[in-house]
Each structure stands twice: as C-alpha cells, then as structure tokens.
C-alpha cells in the first residue's frame, strides 16, 4: 500500500464531462473520495456528475463549469475546493482533444493552436493552481493522462504529439518540485503521468462492431489506473510514465 488513501479524500477532476471523466468520476466515489469535476460544457458535466451520484448512493459528487484556459479561474477553483472541504489531494487531469493530418508536409498550424491552448495550457494552469494545496496533502497526486505518441511521433500527428509532450515535460518539472521539497525523508506528493495509446469506451464499440482497437486503452481500465496512482508510495509514481499500452 501506498502513502494514500482515496477513502475520504478530496480529489479534483479536469474534464470531468467526457467518457474518461465519467469513469474516473465513478471509479473516486466508488474509492471513498469526495470528487469535485469540471468541464467546460455544463450539461455534459450534469450528466456524469448525475451517473457517478446514481451508481453511488451517499457518494459526494459535484460539478463546477470552470475556464482552465484562465489562470485565475483555475486558482479560484483550486481555492475553493480547499476552502470548502479543508484538503485537496489530488487533480487528475483529463482534458484532452485531437487534430492530425495526412502527412507531415500537410500539418495545419492551427491544429497547434488549438492544441496548444487544450493539452498544454490546461496543464500549466491546473497545475500552478493546485500544486500548493496537494504539497500540504499527505497523499497529495497530480495525475496526467498521455499518449505514446509524445514518446514517439507520427508524421500526421505533429501537433498533437508536440503538445504532448510538453505536457509530459511540464508535469515532470512538477515532479521534480515535489521531489525537493520532500529532502531526504522522499516526497509525500507526487506527479504522475498514465500512458495511453488511445482511448475506447462502450459508445466507440457500438458504433464500430467490427473495429478491434488493438492496444487501446478502456476508460474503465484507466480510471482503475488512475485511482491505483494512490495505492502506490509517492516515491515510487513521481516523476514517472506509467504505461497502460506497449512501450513503443
């Protein structure tokens, strides 16, 4: 076992709307933590708020509309989770999107843009945000979802895997700051990053019978992943790449 525990506390999850968010929403309840999610489409985050409510009665499950293309809202966010249940430990990061090309020489620039401002600002906001409050945790974890592409890139996928990766590298600088201020006695806290090659959940299979989605990754399997982030010492997931796919 781990430094942490999820029975009673209080984790933050960043894109909480999507499929990824819904199953992680419901893999925390079903732990024992108090999840507070955000999202930036409100029906979207009712509704997994409403799913993780429903399959776990009893379990404190809530829902914020947060701007974490804004550095202030995202501190205000991280305050108010603190100020309202006293901890935080823990913000799984969860907001993702994709843009790719046929080629290399046909990458769109504004591809990157877009990217830009979703995989690697989002990182950099939530990550300031709530770094102070998880160092004062005792099973403080900031949890990155990846993919192998940051490790090694394809041709069309330039943007995608350049932000990547420097969300990977912002994280682990992160690490690197929980690191030190452990000093000899090793981190209490720690940065995390889950990798994937790609995701799948129920509604891909229906709508795909046939495809065989060979290496991908279930929400339901990386929501267990994330939530075994605290099961684990701190010194032993900071600063690494935990691979849910083969290693490319």
């Known amino acids: 076992m781990g ?3 999820l029975d009673g506390a209080v984790v933050a999850v960043a894109g909480a709307g999507g499929p990824a968010g ?11 933590a108090t999840v507070v999610g955000s999202d930036n ?18 379990a404190t499950v809530t829902g914020e509309t947060v701007d974490l293309l804004d ?17 935080v430990d ?7 999107g994709w843009r790719g090309s046929a080629s290399f020489t ?17 990182v950099q906001h939530t990550s300031l945000a709530f770094h102070e409050a998880l160092q004062r945790s005792d099973r403080g974890r900031y949890v990155l979802i ?8 394809t041709a069309g996928n330039a943007a995608y895997s350049a932000a990547k990766a420097a969300a990977e590298a912002w994280t682990l600088a992160l ?43 279930d929400v339901k399997d990386l929501a267990e992943a994330v939530a075994g982030v605290w099961q684990k010492p701190a010194a032993e997931v900071n600063g690494n790449r935990l691979w849910l796919t083969e290693k490319p």
């Open 3 to 5: 430094n942490g525990t």
């Open 146 to 153: 990846s993919a192998a592409g940051a490790t090694r890139p």
């Open 90 to 96: 823990g913000l799984v990061h969860l907001v993702g």
């Open 175 to 217: 690490a690197d700051h929980f690191r030190k201020a452990g000093g000899e006695q090793g981190p209490t806290s720690a940065a995390a990053i889950l990798v994937v090659k790609a995701l799948v959940h129920d509604a891909m299979r229906a709508e795909r019978p046939n495809a065989k989605f060979a290496g991908f990754t």
């Open 106 to 122: 046909a990458t769109d620039l504004a591809d990157w843009d877009l990217l830009e401002k979703l995989l690697v600002r989002t």
């Open 22 to 32: 819904r199953a992680a929403l419901l893999r925390l309840a079903e732990a024992g």
């Open 41 to 58: 489409d409100p029906q979207r985050l009712a509704e997994a708020v409403d799913a993780a409510r429903s399959a776990h009665g009893g």
């Open 71 to 87: 550095p202030a809202a995202a501190r205000d966010w991280a305050g108010r989770i603190e100020k309202d249940h006293g901890r």
